[in-house]
């Protein structure tokens, strides 16, 4: 679920030619293996669990200030992007971890060599 923002800030990166590894949107997005809803009966609160590929559980939430503004359509959408919002870091430190281990691998293989 790429949003409007998303989709121009990967047309600028990509315009900008910067290529190095990172997360994109679609990254996100497919990291997510299942989402669940749930409204806390008299409330206007709304919770989304993502659960992601390796079985680690996100949780976003939404409330409407006024009972009259509760909409479960709305209160699901903003749950869910609050919820996809704090997908960004952890991938974000998954593949700095990543490149720092390969960055590693390669000093201690040129080590070996030397």
Do not use: Y
């Amino acid at each position: 679920m790429t949003t409007p923002s998303e989709r121009s800030l990967e047309q600028e990166i990509r315009s900008k030619g910067l290529n190095a590894p990172r997360i994109t949107p679609d990254m996100v997005d497919q990291s997510i293996a299942a989402k669940q809803f749930h409204v806390f009966p008299g409330t206007t609160v709304t919770v989304c669990c993502l659960t992601l590929l390796n079985g680690f559980n996100v949780v976003g939430e939404s409330a409407a200030a006024s009972p009259e503004n509760f909409n479960i359509d709305i209160g699901q959408k903003v749950a869910f992007e609050n919820a996809r919002n704090k997908i960004w870091p952890l991938l974000g430190f998954e593949l700095r971890s990543s490149l720092h281990l390969a960055q590693q691998q390669w000093l201690a293989a040129m080590k070996q060599e030397g």
